[in-house]
């Protein structure tokens, strides 16, 4: 089982991550906790919601959240694909997840994720990292202490510093 | 000028503690090139042709004396003993070692300065009028929104890894200074009909190798709406933005390819959701910060000094030296200096240490210890008593910092070119030198008048060239360095890009080509006329006969007679 860094620790990951090849449209569905490509959720979902207690959804970072709205109720993980690190669409994906749809399970980053994105993914809505393989998680964990107190309100702290600022 | 709180120190010292840390992981291979490399542009650290260059950000144009200083410092201690003041404020130092510049960064932490966000696809640092505060036209004075948007966008959490860089240039003056039609952003404080500042936002615009002006997307928004707004306009950009293909990701591009009715839909339907949430600025912030852009204590002094009369009518060269460097100020008996950087045969834009130290000293005792970068690379002291102009024009000229050009054809902006710049076709310094050499005669010089050159080494236009009246931009032609020339770009209020006139030229044949230009205009210009208003009304063609006389019309000359004239 790889390993996560989740609410700031390393942890074992039980969530597997399914390829749309994988499970085209008859296959009998992997058990366990499955991270479904958002394609296959598409195609199946109703099955998927009665063989699986928890679900997760895998997202691509070009994906419209507008029409999964009803749907974020059935997932205990949405991650995010980081195709390259310096792709930041994903940045707005986790915000508005968090803001405008309330989700509230786990949000994952995976893909190209690195040591030195985790800060700024924190603030907006992720708690949860696949890092890419062969990096240090263990040196990664000192990224989250990077800055004490940024300026902009984000999730992880809704008011912005002027409105809290104490002289 | 703004200064740094508890909050702002610990800002940018956990900033030089992240950088030395992901250095350290670079060079012991944690991280790869590829990793490190958004990295350090993200803090301003380029690697360059002969050496790394590290860019400091000078934010909206202001230093003080100290600051100056502790810039001397690192130049001398770190780098050959010279600077570059960029076309976006900022200052480049281009020969640092890339292990100092942890050390450099925690030297300047102390003079609350810093290289964040200098470079990289994330939004920049926010540039506006050199003359902000102080100019006789000017609505609102926009330094304090200015240091409200560089705390906001400092590690701003969602945008920093944009498709591309985000410049974004506010002006709060009737005259544009600060080019904002060019910018991804340009932002034009106003009042509104109650008299409440408000906002009139540009997007889309940019020089580069699309040139484009902005379009209006919102002509009127009120000022506490700024941060939420722009957060709905980057929102789109993020999300929307072309990323496979790095010369169409600006935002010009997705403008361009929705209109501006469908993104201003996409960024107002964005804002709906934001508008009046917590990031709306507060009345009491907005004073916190405007309390540190305060009037100095002003003497008053007469709308005219007598002494000053009295040398201008009896020293040639000081009132010359008036007529192009002394700038109007709104309070009567003060007045701003440009401090030019641009003497025959220096680089536009380089200062050396000494001449930082000494212009730190200049502002101590003529301009309450503050001074301005401008885009046209030159240094300002913006709060000068008229009655000591004189002296300060005979301690700069001793500085060789009263060079009496600007706006002149040799106040030229120029980019650092192939000399340093990585990414550039061709050089420009030498261009810009051999054009200084060509039209070294003041009377000649004066007599020319208003006329902006500006030289970039490449489309990326660092040097403005689209918006120089004449414009010139090295291109590479078959791996030789050639230089296409543009007429009838202009800054200001009217910006526009100027047409390209024809086939290229080779370095040796450009100040020929800028004579022969020049020599059309005297040659068809009415009384007062400046070199614009002559373009304007004879067209191009004139130019393009004379300067393409020996050629066929419109045909490049073979490559070979190009290269040996």
Known sequence: MSTLIKNKRIVAD????????????????????????????????????????????????????????????????????????????????????????????????????????????????FDAWALKDGKDAAQALEAFATFKTPYQGAVDEPLPLFRRRTP | MYRYDNYDFALVRERVAQFRDQLARWQSGALSDDEFRPLRLQNGLYVQRHAPMLRIAVPYAMLSSAQLRALAHVARTWDRGYGHFTTRHNMQFNWPRIEDCPDILD???????????TSGNCIRNVTTDQFAGIAPDELIDPRPLAEILRQWSTFHPEFAFLPRKFKIAI??????????????????????????PCFRVIVGGGLGRTPIRGEVVRESLPWEHILTYLEAILRVYNLHGRRDNLYKARI????????????????????????????????????????????????????????????????????????????????????????????????????????????????????????????????????????????????????????????????????????????????????????????????????????????????????????????????????AEFYQITLGGRQGSDARTGKVIGPSFSAAEVPDAVEKIINVYLAHRHQEETFLDTFDRIGPEPFKNKVYEDRAHGKAKSRNEEVTP
Not at chain 1, 18 to 35: R, V
Not at chain 2, 259 to 275: C, D, N, T, Y
Not at chain 2, 340 to 354: C, F, N, R, V
Request: hydrophobic content about 40%; some cysteine; charged content about 25%.
């Open chain 2, 252 to 479: 010009k591009i997705l403008v361009q390819a929705l209109g501006i009715e469908e993104f201003s839909r996409q960024v107002e339907a964005e804002w709906a959701h934001l508008k009046d949430g917590p990031g709306t600025l507060t009345q009491a912030e907005y004073d916190r910060v405007q309390a540190h852009f305060g009037a100095p204590a002003y003497r008053t002094l007469p709308a005219e000094d007598p002494d000053f009369l009295r040398h201008k009518a009896e020293d040639k060269a000081f009132a010359r030296w008036v007529s192009r460097c002394v700038h109007p100020h709104r309070v009567q008996g003060y007045a701003a200096v440009t401090l030019s950087l641009k003497a025959p045969g220096q680089a536009p834009g380089d200062i050396t240490a000494e001449q930082m130290e000494a212009a730190a000293r200049l502002a101590d005792a003529f301009s309450f210890g503050e001074a301005r970068s401008s885009h046209e690379q030159n240094l300002i002291l913006a709060d000068v008593e008229q009655g000591r102009l004189h002296e300060l024009w005979l301690a700069a000229k001793a500085l060789n910092l009263a060079t009496p050009s600007v706006g002149l054809l040799t106040d030229m902006i120029c980019c650092p070119g192939g000399d340093f710049c990585d990414l550039a076709n061709a050089k420009s310094i030498p261009i810009a030198n051999a054009i200084q050499a060509r039209f070294s005669d003041l009377d000649y010089l004066f007599d020319l008048g208003d006329l902006d050159l500006n030289i970039s080494g490449c489309m990326n236009a660092c040097g403005h060239h689209h918006v120089g009246h004449i414009g010139i931009l090295g291109v590479d032609k078959n791996d």
């Open chain 2, 107 to 117: 030297y300047l932490s102390q003079f609350e300065m810093h290289a964040i966000q």
């Open chain 2, 171 to 196: 002006s709060g003056t009737r005259e544009d200074r600060a080019l904002t039609w060019f910018h991804d952003v340009g932002l034009h404080l106003n009042l509104d009909a109650q008299g409440k």
């Open chain 1, 14 to 125: 039980p969530w597997q991550t399914l390829s749309p090849e994988e499970s085209p449209a008859a296959a009998p569905l992997p058990e366990g906790d499955i991270l479904f490509p958002l394609s296959v959720w598409q195609l199946r979902r109703n099955e998927i919601i009665s063989s699986h207690k928890r679900i997760g959804l895998w997202l691509e970072p070009d994906t419209d959240l507008a029409p999964l709205e009803a749907d974020l109720q059935y997932f205990v993980v949405i991650a995010i694909n980081f195709p390259k690190f310096a792709d930041g669409r994903g940045y707005s994906l986790a915000r508005l997840l968090r803001e405008r749809y309330h989700y509230e399970g786990e949000i994952r980053a995976t893909g190209d994720v690195l040591h030195d994105q985790l800060f700024l993914m924190q603030r907006v809505g």
